[in-house]
Structure formats: C-alpha cells, structure tokens
C-alpha cells in the first residue's frame, strides 16, 4: 500500500493539487483500505477507494446492503475525510462478461485521454460498474471537461455517466460543460 502512496506523490508535478494534497489524499486512501481489509478480504477486494482534496469516492459492487453501508461508515473513520460519495452498488450476480465490459469501458476511456494533448488524464479516475461510468477528479477548465465527457459518450456499453469532477480554480475557462 505503501507503493500507492509514494507513486501517487511521485505524480504531482503533473496534477493540478499540491504536494500536499496529494500526500494527504494517498495517505487517507490507504488508511481507508487498511480497515476494510482489517474487517473483511471480501470488501477489501470488492470496494474501490478513491480520494481527491479529502473526498472519498466508493465504487464496486457488494453481496447485501449491510455491507455497503459498512464501507461507508469505516470510509467515514479515517482522518482528514471531509465527504464521501457512495457509488456501491449491490451485486447482481454480473457475469464475467458484465465484468470483462466494465473494465473494456474503463480502458477504453482512460486511453482516449490519455492520447488527448488537451487532457491532463492524470488528474482523472474512471471506474466502472454495471456499465456506469464513474468519473472523478479535477479538469484544468470548462473546454478540458467537455472534451472528457464527449469522450466517455463515445464509449460504447455504457449505460449510465456519473461525474464528480469540478473544474480547477486555476483554470482559464470557468464557463459550464
């Protein structure tokens, strides 16, 4: 876990957060999968963490309700969290192709922006469940927001996108998307 942290710190040069942030951010992510394992392998493995500027960002898919609130009540126990955002879902019994098309739509977006020039990709996380498109992260402006939203509608199989992206107060354009 440790590696996490020093590789999203060893990233900061290019994201639009601090130093700082970015320590505190991987920091938290890692005390929050700390006790997910410490109470369940299964929901270690089944729940994804993301952390941006102190938001936490659940994503995956759990055996019963009882869990999914679990993970958010142990998300909720680490220092320095100022929101968590649920997006765990409820098993369905997805096939491994449900899950093959998950990770096909993920890939899939991440390398559209990462060949896009005009995309700082890096400071983005896409997670997919059920063939819902998660988005969070930070966009250097308006016009970088479009273009990732165009991008995630070209995906084919997705069925729904969920966006917690904000707009940098560095940025230039600060109209809508």
Excluded: C
């Excluded at 936490?56 to 100022?82: E, H, N, Y």
């Excluded at 968590?84 to 369905?92: C, L, M, P």
């Excluded at 998950?102 to 995309?119: C, M, P, Q, Y």
């Excluded at 070209?154 to 729904?160: C, F, I, M």
Aim: proline letters at 2%; hydrophobic letters at 40%.
């Amino acid at each position: 876990m440790l590696t996490g942290a020093g590789a999203e710190v060893g990233s900061a040069t290019m994201e639009e957060r601090s130093y700082s942030s970015i320590l505190d951010d991987a920091t938290i992510g890692t005390q929050i999968k700390g006790n997910l394992f410490n109470f369940s392998t299964s929901l270690f493995v089944d729940v994804n963490v993301t952390v941006k500027e102190g938001s936490v960002f659940l994503t995956g898919s759990v055996p019963t309700p009882k869990l999914r609130i679990q993970a958010i009540k142990i998300a909720w126990q680490s220092d320095g969290v100022r929101e968590v955002k649920n997006e765990i879902q409820i098993r369905d019994h997805s096939s491994l192709l449900d899950v093959a098309k998950d990770k096909w739509i993920s890939a899939k977006l991440r390398f559209k922006l990462t060949l896009d020039k005009e995309i700082r990709s890096i400071n983005y996380s896409i997670d997919t469940v059920n063939r819902h498109l998660y988005l969070m992260g930070i966009a250097t402006s308006a016009r970088e927001l479009k273009r990732v939203f165009a991008y995630a509608r070209s995906v084919r199989h997705v069925r729904k996108i969920v966006s917690y992206v904000r707009i940098s107060h560095k940025g230039n354009d600060k109209g809508p998307p």
